[in-house]
């Protein structure tokens, strides 16, 4: 088993950053991508980001390339999502979630059953 907890969240004002961690334990040695989503109320879940475990593949969704930066912490066993230019429709709740089955897809990553339990974070304009 594989667990994910995420930090960081909280209410920034726009045009701000914020700085996101998922923090895994456990079977860590399985573990072949970290993802990191997000949903709004009313919203499908969106894909914001991957990182392949060995930080050396990074994924991104074309909304917040340029924007958000997805890293590795080797030592922490962590991955970390630094969003810059906040907008008030980054409003969300934002998850991090595992996956061990060796691909880097965000198809994959959404059938993973290890998931963070989110951490909220909201935009004021």
């Known amino acids: 088993q594989v667990q994910l907890v995420e930090s960081g969240g909280g209410v920034v004002q726009a045009g701000g950053s914020l700085r996101l961690s998922c923090a895994a334990s456990g079977r860590t040695f399985s573990i072949s991508t970290i993802g990191w989503f997000r949903r709004s109320p009313g919203k499908e879940r969106e894909f914001l980001a991957a990182?392949?475990?060995?930080?050396?593949?990074?994924l991104y969704a074309d909304s917040v390339k340029g924007r958000f930066t997805i890293s590795r912490d080797n030592v922490q066993n962590t991955v970390t999502l630094q969003m810059n230019s906040l907008t008030p429709e980054d409003t969300a709740v934002y998850s991090c979630?595992?996956?061990?089955?060796?691909?880097?897809?965000?198809?994959?990553?959404?059938?993973?059953?290890?998931w963070g339990q989110g951490t909220q974070v909201t935009v004021s304009s």
């Open positions: 990182i392949s475990w060995s930080g050396r593949r990074t």
């Open positions: 979630a595992a996956d061990d089955r060796g691909s880097m897809s965000v198809s994959s990553l959404l059938r993973s059953g290890y």
